[in-house]
């Protein structure tokens, strides 16, 4: 039942969307209780290694986890259906887990459209801690940053991660920081790498005054680290809840995230207006050969839609 709702929310066919939105509505009462954790991560930093071992670790002390799994392939392929689930094998056979992977749509850089509603469904089925896995490749972590509690980035020591995260500005979205493979000979670059990160993070302003994103050492396949990472969430949730800042975050976040949907909405319909289908392709190539500016082009294609008639 829980991955019906969820392939209904998906569906982008008219008349599913309207039963979606029914659905959304009716359990809307029953969301909100869950802890909301993305995680994010360059390829290769052993998030799915990361994301089982936490799972098994929170299963183990009775909670439900569900962990929302973007295809970075998907884009291209429409998703591999299992590729999550045969990383976490011991997570993905629990009764007390579920795991969708899911398309991104070629939205949001790699998020999935409807991860959102997703998460609520997951929340209003019961389930306690709610992951959302992220490509970590540019807009990605921006989008799940917007609609979790707590953002963690994994990062890898001596792969040249170090300076790839400062500059790509990850560092201001985190709540957290934790250099995984933090084992064998990897150890002492994993704690070189945390002094750095920690040297950075200072010379940036704080995102609340009340939580200063502290860097820590995992090893995910070890199962060394991991509880720590899980006590540093629960620390920052009871600090937001005790500043009043956890319900805030979210209103926030819920508004943000439908303006997204309504600019995505619009683009959609642009697309698909039949005078745009029409004119687009000749503007296309009046600009390619500068016999029109981009601008002039622009604006003629959206006066399309000034023409459409009000619905009141």
Not at 149 to 173: C, N, P, R, T, Y
Not at 271 to 285: E, I, K
Request: glycine share 8%.
């Amino acid at each position: 039942m829980l991955a019906k709702a969820i392939t209904l929310v998906e569906s982008l066919l008219p008349e599913h969307q309207l039963a979606a939105q029914e659905v959304l509505d009716r359990i809307l009462p029953y969301t909100g209780n869950a802890v909301r954790l993305g995680i994010s991560g360059v390829p290769g930093v052993g998030k799915s290694t990361f994301i089982e071992s936490l799972g098994m670790m929170l299963i183990r002390s009775g909670k439900r986890v569900a962990v929302l799994a973007v295809d970075p392939s998907s884009t291209r392929s429409g998703g591999s259906i299992l590729a999550d689930k045969t990383r976490m094998e011991k997570l993905s056979v629990e009764e007390a887990a579920f795991i969708r992977p899911s398309p991104s749509g070629g939205t949001l850089g790699g998020v999935a459209r409807k991860t959102r509603e997703t998460l609520l469904i997951c929340e209003a089925a019961g389930f306690d801690v709610i992951v959302v896995e992220t490509v970590g490749v540019g807009q990605s972590e921006v989008a799940v940053s917007a609609m979790v509690d707590f953002f963690l980035v994994l990062m890898l020591a001596g792969a040249g991660d170090e300076i790839q995260g400062i500059k790509k500005g990850i560092l201001e979205m985190a709540d957290a920081i934790a250099i995984n493979k933090a084992d064998g000979d990897n150890l002492e670059k994993a704690n070189l790498a945390r002094k750095d990160y920690e040297n950075a993070l200072h010379l940036l302003t704080p995102n609340t005054p009340f939580w200063t994103p502290p860097v820590l050492t995992c090893s995910a396949l070890e199962m060394r680290g991991v509880d720590t990472i899980w006590e540093t969430v629960l620390e920052h949730r009871r600090r937001l809840i005790e500043h009043g800042a956890l319900d805030a975050m979210r209103k926030k976040q819920a508004v943000s995230w439908m303006w997204s949907l309504i600019e995505e909405g619009l683009k959609m319909r642009f697309h698909s207006h039949p005078l745009v289908r029409q004119q687009l392709p000749g503007l296309l190539t009046q600009v390619e050969a500068g016999q029109t500016t981009a601008s002039a082009a622009a604006e003629r294609l959206l006066r399309i839609l000034d023409r459409e008639p009000s619905t009141g």
